[in-house]
């Protein structure tokens, strides 16, 4: 039985006029445990494929299925980090991710609530503007809240639309090595949309491409782990495995490429 | 800054020279209340520095016209005798302001709490508001200054009149703001809130409730000058007590002392209220200068 499974999922955006928007006919399985990397270019439908897995876009057909069950809306066993923050701007950093606990259930003493808002600030590195409002926060430190508060609603699936988008290279490594290691001692299933084929190679189990509106390609990632930014590079298997990604990711662009210049 | 200082200073003590000084050509209440206000004018000015300037010379001209006796005796009474009204007619005074201010706050309440609470669910739910968007926009823009002497004659009572009047002026434009904010709530909002399985309720009190909170206060800012202003109108009508009452009530008898002394009782008392508000609304919706 698989955590994560759509049988067949159709979704069109009602307002669009245009059937090429949204998703066709994509059948996907992860297992619990499993980091899933969804790349594709800009506009192929990532996030709409990420909002289905949360409940929030209905398939016109098709069926989300989560531990063998049906689902039809969303549910407090996926925490969501959207591409856009979309933090509550009335309240402060620290308030937004103490909602998103409350809303978990998994603490009733307030004290323990603000603990653990106070544990991921911190690991997030915002310590220092938990009580600022969203509207005086940078983009990077609203994403960060995000993460932060998707951690914190302890949900077995993760569901990320390019959580780290927005951040320095930095503080990038840090949140990629905090999300990698979380994940592989709770055991947590994540979706996780990327532009980076270097942030997918550190982070995933298996790599998925998108073409508009498809899956085109699975591709399992079997470097070993904990990996490392440097150790990676010296894995054998590393180089093999990004230019396959590469070539896949740039199938298109390179073909067209092909044609007038050999670079 | 240090010029308007000295001038406010020596406009104050001008203004006490004169009231000592200059003899009365008539027969004057005791100076001791006007005397104080001018004290606290000029003490409010020492610790603001804010321009109050104007004021004090405003009062100073007043005074000296009357004085001089080039003003008329009953239209424009000198201002100690203005003032003096605040110590005799203090009781009534007070007894207005609260019996004004209890009605627009029952007013005001009520309007507020059905505003948000039929606001919500028509701007939440798309079908009712296009059902009930447009009587609205058709109901809403009569002012309620129209209607006030009809309601006033209508309604069994003065106290159901004036609470209906002043209900009708703050209902509307909280009714309106409230559901065209809840019906272009920012989608994503929503969106993040329902993937952390926000219940029903929580998404009225929990998103939308404090999502539409600046437009509320804002609303209210306007609407209360409104309010106040039906509330003063409906007074004048067919009160027993309250400040436009009071007005009212000396001006049928052509004491303008006293009727002068009532209308810058409301003043003050709008003023503060406004401030007030003011204060209410920064304290309410800090999030929004961020
Ligand atoms: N709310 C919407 N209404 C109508 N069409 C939409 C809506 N959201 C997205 N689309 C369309 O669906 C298609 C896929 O959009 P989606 O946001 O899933 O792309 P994406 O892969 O996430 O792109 P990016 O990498 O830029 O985030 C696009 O053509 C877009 O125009
Ligand atoms: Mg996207």
Redesign the pocket.
């Known amino acids: 039985m698989y955590k994560l499974e759509m049988q067949d999922i159709s979704y069109h955006?009602?307002?669009?006029q245009?059937r090429?928007?949204?998703?066709d006919h994509i059948s996907l399985q992860i297992p619990a445990g499993e980091f899933c990397c969804l790349l594709?270019?800009?506009?192929?439908?990532?996030?709409?494929?990420?909002?289905v897995l949360a409940g929030l876009n209905h398939p016109q057909s098709g069926r989300l299925l989560i531990d063998g069950l049906v689902v039809n809306g969303p549910g407090l066993n996926r925490a969501v980090v959207f591409?856009h923050y979309s933090l509550f701007p009335w309240l402060t950093a620290r308030q937004n991710i103490v909602f998103g606990i409350r809303q978990s259930g998994q603490l009733k003493d307030r004290r323990e609530q603000q603990r653990l808002a106070s544990h991921y600030l911190e690991k997030t590195g915002l310590s220092h503007a938990a009580d600022q409002y969203p509207g005086s926060l940078s983009g990077g430190m609203q994403q960060r809240v995000a993460i932060a508060r998707a951690l914190a609603m302890n949900a077995d699936i993760l569901l990320m639309?390019?959580p780290f988008g927005a951040l320095d290279p930095r503080t990038r490594a840090e949140l990629q090595l905090l999300l990698s290691r979380l994940c592989q001692a709770q055991q947590k299933t994540v979706v996780f949309?990327t532009?980076h084929i270097n942030e997918a190679l550190l982070l995933a189990d298996r790599v998925m491409i998108?073409s508009?509106?498809q899956l085109a390609t699975i591709l399992p990632v079997t470097l070993a782990r904990p990996r490392h930014p440097e150790t990676l590079l010296a894995d054998p298997a590393y180089p093999t495995l990004r230019r396959q990604l590469l070539s896949l990711f740039y199938h298109q662009v390179a073909d067209e490429l092909s044609e007038d210049a050999s670079l | 800054m240090k010029y308007g200082y000295s001038l406010v200073t020596g406009l104050y003590l001008l203004a006490i020279s004169v009231v000592w000084l200059v003899p009365a050509s008539r027969s004057l209440d005791s100076p001791l209340a006007y005397l104080s206000l001018l004290s606290l004018i000029e003490l409010a000015f020492l610790i603001s520095y804010a321009r109050h300037h104007q004021k004090s010379s405003l009062l100073l001209i007043w005074d000296i016209l009357s004085r001089l006796n080039l003003t008329h005796p009953v239209l424009l009474p000198p201002p100690e005798n203005v003032f003096h009204v605040f110590i005799t007619q203090r009781r009534l005074m007070i007894q207005g302001v609260i019996s004004s201010l209890k009605l627009l706050a029952a007013g005001t309440g009520l309007a507020l709490i059905t505003g948000v609470a039929l606001g919500l669910p028509v701007g939440w739910i798309p079908r009712l508001r296009q059902v009930v968007l447009p009587i609205a926009n058709c109901l809403s823009p009569i002012p309620p200054l129209v209607y006030t002497p009809y309601v006033v004659a209508v309604m069994p009572s003065f106290k159901a009149a004036s609470i209906f009047v002043i209900f009708c002026a703050v209902f509307w434009p909280t009714f309106q703001n409230m559901a065209y904010r809840a019906g272009n709530i920012d989608?994503r909002i929503i969106q993040s809130a329902q993937v952390m399985a926000v219940s029903t309720p929580g998404m009225l009190f929990k998103v939308i409730l404090p999502y539409c909170l600046p437009g509320i206060m804002a609303s209210l800012n306007g609407s209360i000058r409104v309010a106040l202003l039906c509330l003063t109108g409906a007074e004048l009508l067919g009160a027993s007590s309250g400040l436009g009452y009071f007005v009212k009530k000396y001006s049928d008898y052509a004491d303008y002392t006293k009727v002068i002394a009532g209308i810058i009782l409301m003043g003050a008392v709008v003023t503060l209220l406004i401030s007030l508000l003011r204060r209410l609304q920064q304290v309410l919706v800090r999030w929004q200068d961020n």
């Open positions: 955006y009602p307002s669009s245009s090429s928007a949204g998703i594709g270019p800009s506009g192929c439908g990532k996030s709409t494929l990420l909002n591409q639309d390019e949309v532009h998108m508009p509106q | 989608r």
